[in-house]
């Protein structure tokens, strides 16, 4: 029931992009809207799925330990969704202007280095190639934190002067890093 209850919330923000592309209703610059929000959300559900350990950990309770796999793809999806925004409807397919992004926008090409590493995941996040891949597919995994600190990275590089949202993801993602200390929860957990 929780796992349903979650797959349909995390469908939810796809659900609504669609439902305002189909009814016009994304204001004046459309594409800017959708990458915006395709990207806020990969990088909240890759969050959210690194915040279920810590979270299990503190509370005990650990039954949402069964989500992180799909939230992960969920955080996948979105970035997947995000980056074909962004080369059909930014760049037009126009494969020039793409590699003159990569190489000369860091924010751009900490963007694709991120869905890079996060590409291996998805495709091995399968019972099959769990059992195939065995103690180098928990290593393999560990690449995710790489892509917490690479979503954040993007985020901060491509706002030029606003920085408290982006400050804001950062400041998540080290206190979710933190929350892996043993020492550290065993503290927060005494008291
Ligand atoms: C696949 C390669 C990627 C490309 C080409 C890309 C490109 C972009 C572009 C063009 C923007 C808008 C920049 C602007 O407003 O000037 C953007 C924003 C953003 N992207 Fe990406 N991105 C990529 C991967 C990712 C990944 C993997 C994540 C998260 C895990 C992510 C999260 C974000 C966020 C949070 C924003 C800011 C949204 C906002 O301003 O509200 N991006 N990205």
Not at 3 to 13: D, E, G, M, R, Y
Not at 50 to 61: D, V
Not at 82 to 101: N, P, T
Request: charged share 15%; net charge positive; aromatic share 14%.
């Amino acid at each position: 029931m929780l796992k349903v209850a979650i797959f349909l919330l995390s469908l939810t923000p796809a659900g609504w992009l669609a439902w305002l592309t189909l009814n016009d209703q994304l204001g004046a610059n459309p594409v800017e809207m959708l990458t915006h929000q395709s990207g806020l959300w990969a990088l909240r559900l890759l969050l959210i799925t690194l915040a279920i350990t810590p979270l299990c950990t503190l509370s005990g309770w650990h039954a949402p330990r069964r989500l992180r796999r799909m939230l992960g793809l969920y955080a996948f999806f979105y970035a997947l969704l995000h980056l074909l925004i962004y080369l059909i409807l930014d760049r037009g397919l126009y494969f020039a202007d793409i590699w003159e992004d990569i190489i000369e926008r860091p924010y751009i090409t900490v963007g694709f280095a991120t869905f890079l590493l996060l590409l291996p995941l998805a495709i091995t996040s399968n019972n099959y190639m769990m059992k195939r891949m065995g103690r180098a597919w928990k290593t393999l995994h560990q690449l995710v934190y790489l892509c917490g600190l690479g979503g954040v990275l993007h985020y901060m590089w491509l706002v030029k002067a606003d920085l408290l949202n982006p400050g804001g993801y950062l400041f998540i993602f080290l206190l979710l890093m933190l929350l892996r200390f043993k020492p550290f929860t065993t503290l927060i957990r005494r008291r």
